[in-house]
């Protein structure tokens, strides 16, 4: 099945520092990734649609300042937290949609467990 | 506005069959999935309904009625390893996935 990597997989961090993670799709290309965020007992929210080659679509109460989202590549895309703060911490979880399939289904990373401190 | 409503919790013994359900109500339909999370990790894939019925795999199933807005997972020959959240995922017309709360799924000896 296709393969979604995310880097790193875990980070600490002071507050109001930046932390950039990568989401990659190995094996095919994806012209969509999503970035979600799950606090601890909490379901998915999705935070952002990541587009290659445009802006970032982001979901109602999220920051574009503070979540700086790149797409530049059709298998690659990163998500910044600019100036991190400890209510930031989370675990952040890329998914990515196969472009070259009709299949609906969204793949996603492993996650990213950010802690500020 | 768009729902996904599923139980908070379920209990269920060891070998035993389970059944965890899902209502939904979105703005249009492209699919529903079923994701297994254990604690800490990222959800993984168990199944995908866009058309009416049963679909079976190995010892999960998952059924679908779009009439209805109904889908349930069911889990034969429960295994303590089954212990997790199962969440209930809609894609709506813009194919963005609609999350439900997820469902903790505890299994006992």
């Known amino acids: 099945g296709a393969v979604v990597s995310q880097h790193p997989s875990r980070v600490i961090c002071k507050s109001g520092t930046s932390v950039k993670i990568e989401c990659r799709s190995l094996d095919f290309q994806a012209t969509t990734m999503f970035w979600y965020r799950q606090f601890p007992k909490q379901s998915l929210m999705l935070m952002a649609t990541?587009?290659?080659?445009?802006?970032?679509?982001?979901e109602q109460g999220v920051e574009k300042d503070k979540f700086l989202i790149n797409h530049a590549s059709l298998t690659l895309s990163t998500l910044t937290v600019t100036s991190a703060h400890p209510e930031d911490s989370s675990f952040y979880i890329c998914?990515?949609?196969?472009?070259?399939?009709?299949?609906?289904?969204?793949?996603f990373g492993p996650g990213t467990r950010l802690t500020v401190l | 506005g768009q729902n996904i409503d599923q139980p908070t919790e379920m209990t269920a013994t060891e070998g035993a069959i389970v059944q965890i359900n899902c209502t939904y109500q979105?703005?249009?339909?492209?699919?529903l999935f079923w994701y297994q999370q254990h604690a800490g990790e990222a959800p993984t894939f168990l199944s995908y309904?866009?058309l009416d019925g049963l679909e079976e795999k190995g010892r999960f199933s998952s059924f679908l009625s779009r009439s209805k807005g109904y889908s349930y997972l069911l889990l034969k020959e429960l295994q303590m390893k089954d212990s997790a959240s199962y969440l209930c995922?809609?894609?709506?017309?813009?194919?963005?996935?609609?999350w439900g709360a997820g469902t903790k799924l505890i299994i006992k000896p």
């Open positions: 309904n866009v």
């Open positions: 995922a809609v894609m709506d017309s813009n194919y963005q996935l609609i």
């Open positions: 990541s587009n290659e080659g445009s802006k970032a679509t982001y």
């Open positions: 998914s990515a949609h196969d472009s070259g399939t009709d299949y609906n289904e969204q793949f």
């Open positions: 979105t703005s249009g339909f492209n699919g």
